[in-house]
Each structure stands twice: as structure tokens, then as C-alpha cells.
């Protein structure tokens, strides 16, 4: 069975700072990524990150995360800074897999920010 076992989220004041970490079970996800869903909202991509390196952000998030990937640990990182209130939801982890055809959830932190 496919763990994702995130760490990292908390209470943070506006323009503050947290780093998630998600460390999978396996080692053959082709991509890893970050998705939030505030209440009431749907689930949204955050950033992602292949294997290789290449990373991609959502436009609200750009110039304030980072996404960075450790492949010999199977972790992935969001290094999120200058945190807004609007921030604040619950951070998902995911691993996408080529063989088989998966996507692999995470159960999700809870990041807060708020004064």
C-alpha cells in the first residue's frame, strides 16, 4: 500500500513562514506536488515537480514558494513564504505514477495563517 506522510503545517502569523514535507513509500513517481482546498472550495493545484526537476506554480503562489524534490528520500518539499491569510487550508501531498497509471493522495496538514 502507497503511504504519503506529510509534515510541516501549522499556525503562522501573515507574512510568515513553514516548510511541508511529504515523503512517499515508493520511488517511481514520475511528478510530486502540492495541492490545498480551503472550506468550501474545491481542491487546487499548488505546484508540482517531475523527477527531473521540473517544477510548475499556481499563478497566486509564484515568487512566494518554492517546490524542491529529494529523489534518494522520496520527499518533496514546499517552502512557502510570505504566507496571506488566504493561504490557509489544507495542504494535500500527491505522487503520480506512470506504471501503473495512479495518482497517490496524501491525508492532508492543516496550514493556518492567521494574526
Known amino acids: 500500500q502507497v503511504q504519503l506522510v506529510e509534515s510541516g503545517g501549522g499556525l503562522v502569523q501573515p507574512g510568515g513562514s513553514l516548510r511541508l514535507s511529504c515523503t512517499a513509500s515508493?520511488?517511481?513517481?514520475?511528478?510530486m506536488g502540492w495541492y490545498r482546498q480551503a472550506p468550501g472550495l474545491e481542491r487546487e493545484l499548488v505546484a508540482a515537480?517531475?523527477?527531473?526537476?521540473?517544477?510548475n506554480y499556481a499563478d497566486f503562489v509564484k515568487n512566494r514558494f518554492t517546490i524542491s524534490r529529494d529523489n534518494a528520500k522520496n520527499t518533496v518539499y514546499l517552502e512557502m513564504d510570505s504566507l496571506k491569510p488566504e493561504d490557509t487550508a489544507v495542504y494535500y501531498c500527491?505522487?503520480?505514477?506512470?506504471?501503473?497509471?495512479?495518482?497517490?493522495w496524501g491525508k492532508g496538514t492543516l496550514v493556518t495563517v492567521s494574526s
Open positions: 500527491n505522487a503520480h505514477t506512470v506504471l501503473p497509471w495512479m495518482n497517490y
Open positions: 515508493i520511488s517511481s513517481a514520475v511528478a
Open positions: 515537480i517531475t523527477s527531473d526537476g521540473r517544477a
